[in-house]
């Protein structure tokens, strides 16, 4: 089955830089790759996500890239802020729910 | 339009007592499913349905049945709690597959 691993699991930067979370696969038949954002106690949100046919997708601060090649992809948010501040979990999917595999998680704390 | 709701928030079972975890959806999405989170191990799908009438199993769904009368439901029952089972659930719901997952607040589970 599908493997995703997802690193760092923690990772602390200063406001303003940025941060980066990368994440590998290992299913090659994976097209779909979601990011979610956890907030402490609350539940998981999709903050953007990136399709095999795409390289990179970019929301105002964040942005995905893909290398299929290489099986893996990477998060990059710019500018951090505090409310940045969260877990972020990767997924991998290549269609059907059995087929959804999420990373393990990268707490990212923003120190003001 | 409420989206993805769970009830209950909070739960405490005794070793072998059973339970139903509730999640309703109002976006008449044909996908749902249940996720547990445990530290440092992500989202584990546990059973999913791909419309009403049809489930099937995830990751990890011993000590866990599931069933899908109408669209909008999709309750999760535990047969006979285990300590194991202490965990957050979470109830997710999707336009298709490989489309974003909408997520209930979630239920925090304690098995003693």
């Known amino acids: 089955g599908e493997n995703v691993e997802q690193h760092p699991s923690t990772l602390s930067v200063q406001e303003g830089d940025s941060a980066v979370i990368k994440c590998t696969y290992s299913?090659?038949?994976?097209?779909?790759f979601p990011w979610y954002k956890q907030e402490l106690g609350k539940r998981p949100q999709l903050i953007i996500d990136?399709?095999?046919?795409?390289g990179e997708k970019k929301d105002q601060r964040i942005a995905v890239t893909l290398n299929k090649t290489a099986k893996h992809f990477s998060l990059h948010i710019t500018e951090t802020q505090p409310e940045d501040s969260a877990v972020y979990f990767c997924?991998?999917?290549?269609?059907?729910?059995?087929?959804?595999?999420f990373g393990t998680g990268t707490k990212l704390q923003v120190i003001p | 339009n409420a989206g993805v709701t769970q009830t209950p928030k909070f739960q405490v079972l005794k070793t072998g007592q059973s339970m139903t975890l509730q999640c309703a959806q109002d976006?008449?999405?044909?996908?749902m499913s249940w996720y547990r989170q445990d530290p440092g191990m992500g989202l584990r799908l546990i059973h999913y349905?791909?419309?009403?009438?049809?489930?099937d199993q995830g990751e990890v769904p011993n000590g866990y049945n599931v069933s899908r009368s109408t669209t909008e439901d999709f309750p999760l029952r535990l047969l006979s709690a285990a300590p194991s089972q202490t965990s957050v659930y979470f109830c997710?719901?999707?336009?298709?597959?490989?489309?974003?997952?909408?997520f209930g607040n979630g239920t925090r589970l304690t098995v003693t």
């Open positions: 997710a719901s999707s336009y298709s597959d490989n489309s974003p997952l909408h």
């Open positions: 299913d090659s038949a994976s097209n779909y």
């Open positions: 990136i399709r095999s046919n795409v």
């Open positions: 997924a991998a999917s290549s269609g059907g729910y059995q087929k959804v595999t």
């Open positions: 976006m008449n999405h044909e996908y």
């Open positions: 349905s791909v419309g009403a009438g049809i489930t």
